[in-house]
Antibody, heavy 122, light 110 residues
Framework: EVQLVQSGAEVKKPGESLRISCKGS????????IGWVRQMPGKGLEWMGI????????RYSPSFQGQVTISADKSISTAYLQWSGLKASDTAMYYC???????????????WGQGTTVTVSS | QTVVTQETSFSVSPGGTVTLTCGLS?????????PSWYQQTPGQAPRTLIY???TRSSGVPDRFSGSILGNKAALTITGAQADDESDYYC??????????FGGGTKLTVL
């Protein structure tokens, strides 16, 4: 069974750094793009960016470029989303999602993680 | 940046048919945008319904169908059921590996 399992909820203070994770299993992790989606409280889904674990090629939404870093460690089939200086406006649920077609970013997402809640408050 | 537009809300009667649409603030949606559709109920992760315009994801009932209608992508639910009451999001491929979500449609079944 293809699964994405995300790390647990986080509570942080403004200015702190954070890295959340998403571990893939049941498929060849290196060969599928994997990405992150933000959902602020009571709001819609926003695409943040994706990474191809085999070579760490990454693409970002202009809205998130420079605000977060997406990385992957293919040796442990895990993707990461990282902040170097959190803001209160980063408070949200974050989902990871696997792209459907091997080697392709055309066909959208097929499997989703369970989500990680990030709360940033002083 | 191009905005992907969806109806804010829609309602349908049980057993009825509803079509939700996904457009662009500028231009027309075609199959080249590889439209996909996702369902999300409160407190849950999204679930993939449709990809590449009209292909149902594994396990999705055939009452869900996708198409291009005029200059928009469309999701049609035929024979709506109570548990179809959810938020529905479309996603369009914008090139260079980037995609954009629509703002989502809140569907009420009553």
């Amino acid at each position: 069974e293809v699964q994405l399992v995300q790390s647990g909820a986080e509570v942080k203070k403004p200015g702190e750094s954070l890295r959340i994770s998403c571990k893939g299993s049941g498929y060849k992790f290196t060969n599928y793009w994997i990405g992150w989606v933000r959902q602020m409280p009571g709001k819609g889904l926003e695409w943040m960016g994706i990474i191809y674990p085999d070579d760490s090629d990454s693409r970002y939404s202009p809205s998130f470029q420079g605000q977060v870093t997406i990385s992957a460690d293919k040796s442990i089939s895990t993707a990461y989303l990282q902040w170097s200086g959190l803001k209160a406006s980063d408070t949200a649920m974050y989902y990871c999602a696997k792209w459907r077609e091997e080697g392709s970013y055309y066909y959208g997402m097929d499997v989703w993680g369970q989500g990680t809640t990030v709360t940033v408050s002083s | 940046q191009t905005v992907v537009t969806q109806e804010t809300s829609f309602s349908v009667s049980p057993g009825g048919t509803v079509t939700l649409t996904c457009g662009l603030s500028s231009g027309s949606v075609s199959t080249s945008y590889y439209p996909s559709w996702y369902q999300q109920t409160p407190g849950q992760a999204p679930r993939t319904l449709i990809y590449s315009t009209n292909t149902r994801s594994s396990g999705v009932p055939d009452r869900f169908s996708g198409s291009i209608l005029g200059n928009k992508a469309a999701l049609t639910i035929t024979g709506a059921q109570a548990d179809d009451e959810s938020d529905y999001y479309c996603v369009l491929y914008m090139g260079s590996g980037t995609v954009v979500f629509g703002g989502g449609t809140k569907l009420t079944v009553l």
